[in-house]
Nanobody, 131 residues
Framework: QVQLQESGGGSVQAGGSLRLSCSIS????????MGWFRQAPGKEREGVVS???????YYTDAVKGRFTISQDNAKNTLYLQMNSLKPDDTAMYYC?????????????????????????WGQGTQVTVSS
């Protein structure tokens, strides 16, 4: 069973930066899609950015140009660099992994629904951005 653990959350002022890390117990040999999701109070969980094992990325419009996803295979770690943070970015952030690429972009990814059913998830890390 793949296990994921996020870290790096915190409180920052608008315009600041944070880098989230996701430690993964093992990287499957099959193709996988890894992603960052977030859930704000009173809102549904939503996809933020994904990274397919082939290297392609998918950014949602809300974070395009501000957030960057990356991976260090040697450390089994996924990162999310968040710059120019806004109060609307305040949420619990989760990393997740799902097999295959079907749910790695588009509505499947943005809605998070297939991931909730079939993916492996971390416990989340809180990001709070004050104005």
């Amino acid at each position: 069973q793949v296990q994921l653990q996020e870290s790096g959350g915190g409180s920052v002022q608008a315009g600041g930066s944070l880098r989230l890390s996701c430690s993964i117990s093992e990287l499957p040999y099959m193709s996988t899609c890894m992603g960052w999701f977030r859930q704000a109070p009173g809102k549904e969980r939503e996809g933020v950015v994904s990274l397919y094992s082939g290297g392609s990325t998918y950014y949602t419009d809300a974070v395009k140009g501000r957030f960057t996803i990356s991976q260090d295979n040697a450390k089994n770690t996924l990162y999310l660099q968040m710059n120019s943070l806004k109060p609307d970015d305040t949420a619990m952030y989760y990393c997740a992994l799902i097999y295959g690429r079907t749910y790695c972009k588009g509505a499947y990814f943005r809605s998070a629904s297939p991931w909730t059913d079939s993916g492996h998830w971390g416990q989340g890390t809180q990001v709070t951005v004050s104005s």
